[in-house]
């Protein structure tokens, strides 16, 4: 009964070979670190020999060398402009929360006193870019008065900056002749009795016939609806100028003290076209 059998030999053996496996002897030391398995990598040569196998280039290919004579900046592009194809950058507006709000209350303001300074902002131009241009022919713009971003319909635009009411003119082609341009002028301004008709005038400049247009009273916007976008005390002073290939239609429109103002500046303009 004393004697141990086989059985309860194998167990014991096999827990003390668990107990050294684990590192949980008794008779290691308390202050001796523990072993640590090592990383487990697995061995991938296998997929070297059948890209090999198969013909598979898997070597890393080298940088492509960028060519830095096409990395030229656009300032030092020399930029060429076609014929009413020019290019046109707004102004940056405002970044901070304070300097939106401030644009915000100007544009509010502007548009009470009658406005109309253009959606699309201020061109960024050099003296050498401020004219219009359309057929072969151009005008150049006078001296206070700034460029702006022409719109879809227009080939070019000018702003007037004023403290009676901002003003603008628009460039535009057109197939209508004088009588047409005449009504069409007529549907934009009304006065006290209806629709104001204009008053026009006919001259010669570069041997090219030119129809002046003159209207004030009540504008109406026509993009407006129900009549809820009508100032009064406007004007419109327009030149239908009929080259051989084109017409063009100018129109200034604004406040009447703005365009009385620039009218001698907008006819001078006129008179100096020139080819271009």
Not at 76 to 94: I, Q, S
Not at 112 to 132: Q, R, S, V
Request: proline content about 5%.
């Amino acid at each position: 009964m004393g004697m141990t059998s086989p059985r309860n030999t194998t167990i014991f053996l096999s827990i003390s070979a668990l107990l050294a496996l684990c590192g949980c002897g008794g008779g290691s030391d308390s202050g001796s670190e523990s072993a640590v398995a090592p990383e487990y990598e697995a061995d991938t040569s296998y997929l070297d020999d059948l890209a090999e196998e198969k013909g598979i280039d898997t070597s890393e290919p080298e940088p492509a060398e960028i060519d830095q004579t096409a990395l030229t900046s656009e300032d030092e592009a020399d930029p060429e402009y076609a014929d009413e194809d020019r290019e046109w950058v707004k102004e940056d507006g405002a970044k901070s929360i304070f300097g939106k709000s401030r644009d915000k209350t100007k544009d509010t303001r502007d548009k009470i006193l009658g406005g109309t300074e253009p959606e699309n902002g201020i061109a960024n131009t050099t003296y050498d870019e401020e004219y219009a241009q359309a057929a072969g022919f151009a005008w150049d713009m006078p001296e206070d008065w700034r460029m702006a971003v022409p719109s879809a319909d227009h080939f070019a635009e000018m702003f007037i900056q004023s403290p009676l009411g901002n003003a603008s003119i628009v460039f535009e082609k057109t197939e209508m002749n004088a009588s047409q341009t005449h009504r069409e002028l007529k549907s934009y301004i009304t006065d006290t009795f209806g629709s104001s008709s204009p008053k026009t005038m006919t001259k010669i400049v570069m041997g090219h016939q030119v129809t002046i247009f003159d209207l004030e009273g009540t504008y109406i916007d026509p993009s407006g609806k129900g009549g809820r976008n009508e100032s009064p005390f406007y004007a419109i002073h327009a030149a239908l100028v009929e080259l051989p290939t084109t017409k063009v239609l100018i129109r200034m429109w604004g406040p009447q003290d703005t365009v009385k103002q620039n009218i001698a500046k907008f006819d001078a303009m006129i008179e100096k076209m020139y080819e271009k």
